[in-house]
C-alpha cells in the first residue's frame, strides 16, 4: 500500500484545478499528491462559462469573451452592456490540456484509478465526489448544448443570449441559452430548472431541434460537439471528517440560485493553497452565509411559483450591470444586494421568508 501525503478524489474540474495551483506555487515539491480518477482519456466534455469578476489560471483556454448579453421573456426583450466584467467560456478539452501537461511534469504527483493501492489513514484527503442524495424534492439545473456549425454567417458573435424564456415551460422553469463563438458556429443550450423526477422533461434533442429550427431559423447545420448535464441546486451532505476536506460541487462551490461553480472552485483553490500547511485546522471554506440566506428564498419561490420566474430573472437584470453581475458572482456587497433584493415581487419573498 502506498502513502501520499494528499489524495484527491477525482480529477474534474475542482480536482485538476486544486492539483494545478499546488503544483505551480510548488506545494508539492517536497510532498507526494496521488489523484485518484477513473477516466481512462480526457477529452473535451463541458463548458464552463462565467463573468470574469476574480483572476484565474486559464485565460488560455477560453473559447471566447463576450461584453454583451441579452434575456428575453415571451412578452419582452433586455439587453445588457458590461466592459468591466466580461463573459468568458472555457474549452475543457483545452483545460485539461493544460493542467495535464503540467502535473506530468512533477514526479510527485501520480494518477490512480480507485484507491486499492492506497493507504489514506495519514494523508490529507480532498474529496471532490458529492454523496448520492435521494430526495425527490431537490432542484436540478438539467441540460444539453450542442455546437452546430453553419455554411452561411448567422449569429452575432458579439452578443450571447443568457436566457431566453419564449419557450415550453411545461409548469417548470425553461430557457434556452446559446453562445455565438464565431458568426457561423454557437453552442444552443436547452435548460431545465425542476426537480429530475419528470422524464418527460428530457427530450432534449427535440427542443433543441425545434428551437434551432423554429427560433432561430436555421435548416442547416452539423453538430460539432454534445454535452449533457444536471447541476444540483442544493448543498450536499458529506460526512466531515477531520482528514477531508471537500471541493467542489461537494464542496459546496456551486452557487444555488445560478449553477455558477467553476470560479468558486478557483477562490478555493488558492485558499486551500495558500493554507495548505495549517489545512485541517481552518474552518471550511464557504463561499458566503448571506447567499446561503438568499438563495434559499429564491429557490423556495421557483418551487412554488415557476410561472413568474421569467418576469422574476428579466426584472432582476434591469438593475444596473456591474451590481447584478457581482451578485451573481457572490462579489456583491450589501448595498449592492439590496438594490437586487429591490427588483424582487416583495410580497411573494417576504411569504417566503415568514
Known amino acids: 500500500m502506498k502513502e501520499y501525503d494528499y489524495v484527491i478524489l477525482g480529477g474534474g474540474c475542482a480536482g485538476l484545478s486544486l492539483a494545478y495551483e499546488l503544483d505551480i506555487n510548488n506545494k508539492i515539491k517536497n510532498k507526494s499528491l496521488a489523484i485518484v480518477e477513473i477516466r481512462e482519456k480526457y477529452k473535451r466534455d463541458k463548458t464552463w462559462s462565467f463573468w470574469k469578476v476574480t483572476e484565474h489560471n486559464f485565460d488560455d483556454c477560453i473559447i471566447k469573451n463576450w461584453n454583451n448579453f441579452s434575456i428575453n421573456s415571451k412578452s419582452e426583450s ?3 452592456i458590461n466592459e468591466e466584467y466580461p463573459y468568458q467560456t472555457i474549452d475543457s478539452g483545452l483545460f485539461y490540456k493544460k493542467i495535464l501537461n503540467q502535473l506530468k511534469q512533477n514526479k ?3 494518477f490512480f484509478k480507485n484507491t486499492d493501492q492506497l493507504n489514506l489513514d495519514n ?3 480532498f474529496n471532490s465526489i458529492p454523496a448520492e442524495q435521494k430526495n425527490e424534492e431537490n432542484l436540478w439545473q438539467h441540460f444539453k448544448g450542442v455546437e452546430i456549425e453553419t455554411s452561411k454567417n448567422i449569429f452575432d458573435d458579439q452578443i450571447f443570449n443568457l436566457m431566453d424564456f419564449d419557450c415550453d415551460q411545461r409548469d417548470s422553469i425553461h430557457f434556452f441559452y446559446t453562445l455565438p463563438f464565431a458568426k457561423n458556429k454557437a453552442l444552443i443550450e436547452t435548460t431545465w430548472l425542476s ?3 419528470d422524464k418527460s422533461l428530457q427530450d432534449y434533442d427535440e427542443q433543441l431541434q ?8 436555421i435548416n442547416n447545420y452539423k453538430i460539432n460537439y454534445q454535452e449533457e448535464g444536471a447541476i444540483p441546486l442544493f448543498y450536499p451532505q458529506n460526512i466531515i471528517e477531520k482528514n477531508i476536506i471537500n471541493i467542489g460541487s461537494a464542496g459546496g ?3 444555488l440560485s ?3 461553480t467553476f470560479l468558486n472552485i478557483q477562490d478555493h483553490c488558492k485558499y486551500i493553497c495558500n493554507n495548505i500547511e495549517n489545512i485541517k485546522n481552518l474552518k471550511p471554506y464557504h463561499i458566503g452565509k448571506k447567499y446561503h440566506f438568499l438563495d434559499s428564498i429564491f429557490l423556495n419561490v421557483l418551487k412554488r411559483y415557476p410561472e413568474k420566474m421569467p418576469n422574476i430573472f428579466l426584472n432582476m437584470f434591469k438593475a444596473p450591470s456591474k451590481t447584478v453581475i457581482k451578485f451573481l458572482s457572490n462579489k456583491s456587497n450589501f448595498f449592492e444586494d439590496f438594490v437586487i433584493v429591490l427588483k424582487m415581487p416583495k410580497w411573494i419573498f417576504i411569504k417566503n421568508i415568514l
Open 78 to 80: 433586455h439587453e445588457i
Open 108 to 110: 510527485n504527483i501520480k
Open 123 to 125: 494523508s490529507i484527503i
Open 195 to 197: 426537480r429530475m423526477n
Open 210 to 217: 425545434k428551437y434551432i429550427k423554429q427560433t432561430l431559423k
Open 253 to 255: 462551490m456551486t452557487r
Open 258 to 260: 445560478t449553477g455558477y
